[in-house]
């Protein structure tokens, strides 16, 4: 079946403009997480969703960063006023469920966002 | 602080060869210990994982070693192939919320034919 599929794959903006970042789970899952990845790190936790709600948004690193969930489906990350250290690649991931504590995150590919 | 540490950042093994990474933690909480592993332009694979109630965890040519006393853990790849060549992951994760993975900075793993 398809995985977690994210787009778009690259995203070039300049400072100060405002990015929508998209990710399609894994048909059936309820879990939902976004990660950041900078160059030549591991993926850096962000946000959480169990369906349409926001879980946890603790790893958002300030205001200017925000994600949905509307229909526990789809996400898309926002991000508001880019900077260049906002550079990174975003990765989506879905689990099938919170319940269990051992679940499989399935990662998507990744944006690779570059801000100018 | 990084809760996670990662060596070495890269490693070049002989087809054939064993391939060893070490992780690191510090938070005694920590729980869950997956290893991920991620092609180029990929995203990260769930390759292994392991919980503190066992010293070891076998699947295939990938083995988990656990030191919970000293805090550490550990990938071993038997057999290695060049296409396993890949940057690995550990991670970690605590319990009751499992779902907060914390990574180390990752391991450039290069197979040579």
């Known amino acids: 079946g398809a995985g977690v599929s994210q787009t778009p794959s690259n995203k070039v903006t300049e400072k100060g403009k405002y990015v929508e970042l998209r990710c399609d789970p894994i048909?059936?899952?309820?879990?939902l997480y976004w990660y950041r990845q900078s160059l030549g790190q591991g993926p850096e936790f962000l946000i959480y969703f169990q369906g349409t709600g926001a879980a946890d948004d603790s790893g958002l690193p300030n205001d200017r960063f925000f994600a949905v969930r509307p229909e526990g489906s789809v996400s898309t990350l926002k991000i508001q006023r880019t900077e260049r250290g906002d550079s990174a690649v975003y990765l989506c991931a879905s689990s099938l469920t919170r319940t269990s504590s051992t679940d499989t995150q399935y990662f998507g590919p990744g944006t690779r966002l570059t801000v100018l | 602080q990084q809760q996670v540490k990662q060596s070495p950042q890269s490693l070049i093994v002989q087809k054939g060869g064993i391939s060893i990474i070490n992780c690191a933690y510090e938070n005694t909480a920590f729980d869950y210990f997956p290893w991920y592993q991620q092609f180029p332009g990929k995203g990260p694979a769930l390759l292994i994982a392991i919980r503190p109630d066992v010293s070891e965890k076998k699947e295939g040519r990938f083995t988990i070693s656990f030191n919970k006393s000293a805090k550490q853990f550990s990938l071993h790849i038997m057999d290695s192939q060049p296409g396993d060549s890949a940057t690995y992951f550990c991670a970690a994760s605590k319990m009751g919320s499992n779902y907060k993975l914390t990574f180390g900075k990752g391991t450039l793993l290069t197979v040579n034919p």
């Open positions: 048909s059936g899952h309820t879990a």
